[in-house]
């Protein structure tokens, strides 16, 4: 058999290892007992004096349960099951080559090709394959490309879930129940029967998944919310006709976060549906949208995430642009049946304005602007064990109970304690804004005007009055929705936020609280939100603009300035959506924001500040794409509370995370082909916007890094020997 002359050396792993020279074959008695004989044969013939042909691309003929042992063994000194610059192996490793039928060795060396091999070979095993033919070019692609690919052909499916027969045991699982009972179980909304009935005969005609399939009343309230807490559950979503049986259910399919987060979340699938276009994952990403209807009409708003202990809490809206985003890639758009999408998406939209950001608790009736204040009773369930110990132990102290005691009379309600009403009311909050947590909101935040979820809802307001003019009348409640009325409520907002969250003097918008009747002093990134949602004037964009220096780190945008954090210490530790840590959604609104001024150097700067931290560590720590950096440090291995989400993973990553992965490929489409050139050879973004540099030095007397500190950043506090050195050929500056 001759090996495959036209095969894609960068095919994704189920192409590239079911088909060709790597097609499953039955196993051959092996020469060396390394390789088999069937891979041999087509090589004899062409074999000389065991030297390969100098001029062709190199190819391994690789035995592959062996060759990881042995890799491993050698190169992951720290037992991770990873290797990347923290290994102290000698970075380097022989394997056979193709035309050599084995004999002739070649180095590997490095740790991003070695890497990339470890990776290869788990994608091998994932396929059923004992040998295979590898081709150098997939070890030593660009690394732009490569992450790129995995995130497009294998990082989405990875991350792809559905409710139904096929899918529960996947969904069910939930990393973050720490009740007693760990039985699956489904709950289904009110008036649902089909689906009722539906997972009540999966439960019976699989009894193996143990599932417990209940529904909710029709009024869900936060004592009903605290009762079922310690028999948590997934929330269905939305379901369609199989098209292959009409008779017969299936899941509509949506996109988790990954790691811990297994489920499908509010603000996450915003980002991760702009990722998903960028890949023409269309269908994809307009099932979110759909399964977010589902969600505003069965439960009353787009949640925090479809489990049983979220039902009281929503996240930052932004349907609405999901909506247009996803609506302008249908294949339907402008016909009928694209219409008649929009009509219903945009009309649960304009629900969940109405009765969830403009309704009270949420809605502050003296400014008119809206807060992160949901319902809630008792102790929020899902953090870890001990996470409000801290808060608890005082209290319990002084009641004369034992912790685990005073929780549950807490919770219970027997107990009445209002200082910790207070408290878990704003930690509510928090969690709901999607910064859990941040000094920013600390005891707080429920009080909070904030210039993030008013700038959304004046995006709200523009794009439902943009989208009225497109379709036939909508009515909702009998009230016939005109866009001027909408139009009208977007002025009306934007001259509060002028006048409650707009700072002259500072060039910055800030929070408003509502109880205090007072700016508060926080510096935060998502004053950009503002020009995201162009509620900002020209000349606040401007002023905006020249404050950038505040944000801006190596390696992208800071959530909030360092003298806004304070000072950190034992009793007053880092918290993970303050300095210095940056953000997928951060990233992605601020470039939007400067785009939508025609201020695209700063997009692209930003941009490709991003781009490289992701980039780099990708290529030092063995394919991790985390859940978020420390920009400052250009490090993922960040000391704060959660840790960080998709760093552990074994061989290969599988998921990356949903919103970095997003980031990752909307920024790609954004950056000159200069600059992705520049990112595939890990050039650092001060010598790549050295000019630029100098001539911030020259006005902003206060920049923290020095060259010497970015060396040490970049080198990860380990010798140059430890170092991944990517080719620099063709690379401008």
């Given amino acids: 058999m001759q090996p495959s002359l036209d095969r894609d050396v960068h095919a994704p792993p189920h192409t590239y290892y079911t088909t060709g020279d790597n097609a499953k074959r039955s196993r051959m008695r092996t020469l060396t007992g390394h390789y088999p004989k069937s891979f041999l044969d087509a090589t004899q013939r062409r074999r000389r004096a065991s030297n390969d042909e100098k001029s062709k691309p190199h190819r391994f003929l690789i035995d592959v349960k062996e060759t990881r042992r042995i890799l491993v063994e050698q190169e992951d000194t720290d037992g991770d099951f990873q290797i990347t610059v923290n290994d102290m192996g000698p970075k380097t490793f022989r394997v056979g080559t193709e035309d050599s039928g084995g004999y002739r060795t070649i180095e590997i060396r490095g740790t991003y090709m070695l890497s990339n091999l470890l990776q290869e070979l788990a994608l091998a095993e994932d396929y ?89 009343p029709a009024v869900i309230t936060p004592a009903y919310v605290q009762s079922i807490n310690d028999r948590p559950g997934i929330l269905a979503l939305a379901m369609e006709r199989d098209p292959t049986d009409a008779s017969q259910l299936r899941g509509v399919p949506f996109v988790v976060p990954g790691g811990r987060f297994n489920e499908m979340y509010g603000w996450d699938s915003y980002f991760e549906s702009l990722g998903l276009l960028v890949d023409d994952r269309v269908d994809l990403a307009k099932g979110m949208v759909d399964n977010f209807v589902y969600e505003i009409n069965h439960y009353g708003k787009i949640l925090n995430a479809n489990r049983s202990y979220y039902l009281s809490r929503s996240q930052p809206p932004f349907l609405t642009d999901m909506v247009l985003k996803v609506y302008e890639a249908l294949p339907t758009k402008d016909t009928p049946e694209g219409k008649q999408w929009l009509t219903t998406a945009i009309s649960a939209a304009i629900k969940e304005y109405h009765t969830v950001w403009m309704s009270e608790p949420r809605y502050d009736p003296v400014t008119g602007l809206s807060r992160f204040r949901p319902e809630g009773q008792g102790v929020p369930p899902e953090t870890e064990s001990s996470h409000f110990d801290y808060i608890l132990e005082p209290y319990a102290t002084k009641a004369n ?23 878990f009311l704003h930690d509510r909050a928090v969690r709901e804004s999607g910064h859990d947590t941040t000094y920013r909101y600390e005891k707080r935040c429920a009080n909070l005007a904030t210039i993030d979820l008013n700038s959304l809802l004046y995006k709200y307001e523009t794009d439902i009055a943009h989208v009225l003019t497109l379709l036939d009348p909508i009515d909702y409640q009998d009230t016939l929705q005109l866009p001027q009325v909408w139009t009208d409520r ?81 009793d007053r530790p880092n918290r993970q959506w303050d300095f210095p840590f940056g953000w997928a959604p951060h990233q992605i609104m601020a470039w939007r924001a400067f785009e939508n001024y025609n201020k ?57 995370f949903g919103w970095m992965n997003a980031s990752y490929q909307i920024g790609l489409a954004l950056v000159t082909t200069q600059m992705r050139r520049a990112l595939g050879a890990c050039t650092h973004p001060d010598l790549f916007f050295e000019k630029a540099l100098e001539r911030t030095l020259e006005t902003r007397g206060d920049r923290r890094l020095s060259e010497a500190h970015a060396k040490m950043i970049t080198e990860n506090g380990f010798s140059v020997a430890a170092m991944t050195i990517v080719g620099s050929a063709d690379v401008a500056f």
């Avoid at 690919?149 to 129940?177: V, Y």
């Avoid at 490709?608 to 950096?629: A, Q």
């Fill in 128 to 216: 059923g394959r004992k040998h295979i033919v590898l081709d150098e070019a997939r070890l030593s692609e660009n690394p732009v490309d490569r992450l790129s690919r995995m995130i497009r052909h294998s990082f989405w499916d990875g991350l792809t879930r559905r409710i139904d027969g096929q899918g529960l045991e996947a969904i069910c699982n939930d990393p973050k129940n720490r009740q007693a009972d760990h039985s699956p179980r489904i709950y289904i909304p009110f008036g649902e029967q089909e689906v009722l009935d539906y997972y009540l005969r999966v439960a019976e005609s699989r009894p193996h998944l143990g599932l417990q399939v209940e529904q909710l």
């Fill in 600 to 656: 695209t150097a700063e997009a692209h700067r930003l941009a490709y500040r991003w781009l490289y931290t992701i980039t780099k560590s990708f290529v030092d720590f063995n394919g991790v794409v985390p859940e978020k950096y420390d920009v400052v440090s250009l490090t993922h291995k960040v000391q704060v509370e959660y840790g960080n989400v998709g760093t552990d993973f074994k061989y290969v990553p599988r998921e990356g």
């Fill in 490 to 570: 977007a002025h009306q907002r934007r001259e509060r936020i002028d006048r409650y969250l707009w700072n002259e003097k500072e060039g910055l918008y800030y929070d408003y609280d509502t109880v205090e009747q007072t700016q508060s002093t926080y510096e935060t990134v998502t004053c950009y939100w503002a020009m995201w949602a162009q509620c900002a004037s020209p000349h606040q964009a401007n002023r905006l603009t020249d404050q950038l220096y505040r944000f801006e780190a190596q390696g992208g945008l800071v959530s909030g300035t360092e003298v806004s954090r304070g000072h950190i210490s034992l």
């Fill in 401 to 423: 109970f034992s912790l685990q005691d005073y929780i549950t009379a807490y919770n219970n309600c027997t107990l009445v304690e209002p200082e910790l009403d207070d408290y």
